[in-house]
């Protein structure tokens, strides 16, 4: 636990496939101090007090984007926000002069939202001051919420070593199930996915301890918890996707199949829901379900990594 010599001051954040299980629980336990920080009757530490933070959204977002800097504010740093639709992007202005626009400007993190799978490793070449945060790049990854929700399942559970977790959707578009893949297995989950075959990379279940089940109920059962994913109705192609209907009936979470996984499983969803398509809306606000625990804690596990890329982490106790 918390080995001393890890560190990810200056380190590009741009998916769980860099991280090494250590880096993971020291984000994991930073974030638990931060969590702290948000009970707070003032939630305001002065840890990255004359850090400056830009958040660069090219795709719409409304959790990932203000807890970003709800995240900054908490800690002191200035951040502001460009999204596409209101800057120079729309006058045609390149990805690469905007990140050069930013970085003359003297940001110290880029956070980063785009349709292309790339973009934010693109976006660490083309700076050199800059850290640069992945938000999301087209379904390639979105680390921090791979972070949040082990986050979230280690508060509930206690341990992630040997856990079952669920991964039940849109796995072939979605930046999240790649993420929480890498992540979970960084960690010891045994990950079961299910979902439409023409949505089911089955090369997945080469790798140990990752299952593909095409049924829903198979990978259900005795889970610890499941991640409904979100239907990624903007990045599907034709004759990838049953109708609604279908999706529903065959793949959507319900309370009948909720009773197949561990009687304490929990039921995680990233936002925004799809509410009657791959989630019942009796589940999305049920007692199992942690899904708006999870902006919270998306709120700390952001809190961590921006301390943990911008100090190191080191004057954190100095800070309380
Ligand atoms: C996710 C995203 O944008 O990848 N949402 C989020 O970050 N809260 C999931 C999604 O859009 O399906």
């Known amino acids: 636990m918390g080995k001393s010599n890890v560190s990810l001051r200056g380190k590009h954040i741009l998916g769980l496939e860099d991280f090494t299980p250590d880096e993971i629980e020291m984000v994991l336990l930073t974030a638990r101090e931060m969590k702290n920080i948000i009970h707070r009757d003032i939630k305001k530490v002065p840890a990255l007090r004359g850090k400056s933070i830009v958040t660069l959204f090219y ?156 049924r829903i109920e198979e990978a259900i059962e005795g889970a610890d918890a499941i991640n409904v994913l979100r239907i990624q ?19 959507g979470l319900n309370q009948e199949r909720l009773k197949l996984a561990k009687p304490d499983a929990l039921v995680l969803h990233p936002g925004p829901m799809n509410k009657g398509l791959e989630i019942s809306p009796d589940i999305a606000y049920g007692n199992q379900s942690v899904i708006q625990e999870l902006v919270e804690n998306g709120v700390a596990i952001r809190m961590a990594l921006l301390t943990l890329i911008l100090t190191g982490g080191k004057n954190r106790e100095a800070d309380h």
């Open 233 to 251: 109705l903007e990045r599907q192609k034709a004759g990838l996707f049953p109708s609604r209907r279908e999706y529903a009936r065959i793949f």
């Open 59 to 214: 795709e719409p977002s409304t959790r990932t984007r203000s807890s970003f800097e709800t995240a900054g504010k908490y800690l002191g740093a200035d951040v502001v926000n460009i999204t596409a639709g209101t800057s120079s992007i729309v006058k045609g202005e390149s990805l690469r002069d905007t990140l050069l626009t930013v970085e003359a400007m003297g940001f110290d993190a880029i956070v980063m939202r785009h349709k292309e799978e790339g973009a934010a490793a693109y976006a660490a070449k083309v700076v050199s001051h800059p850290v640069i945060v992945n938000a999301g790049d087209g379904a390639h990854a979105h680390p921090s919420q791979g972070l949040l929700n082990l986050f979230t399942l280690l508060d509930h559970k206690g341990h992630l070593k040997g856990l079952k977790v669920a991964i039940i959707g849109d796995i072939l578009y979605s930046r999240v199930a790649r993420s929480d893949i890498q992540g979970m297995r960084k960690m010891g989950i045994e990950v079961h996915l299910a979902g439409p075959r023409t949505l089911l990379p089955r090369f997945l279940a080469e790798e140990p301890g990752i299952f593909v089940h095409d």
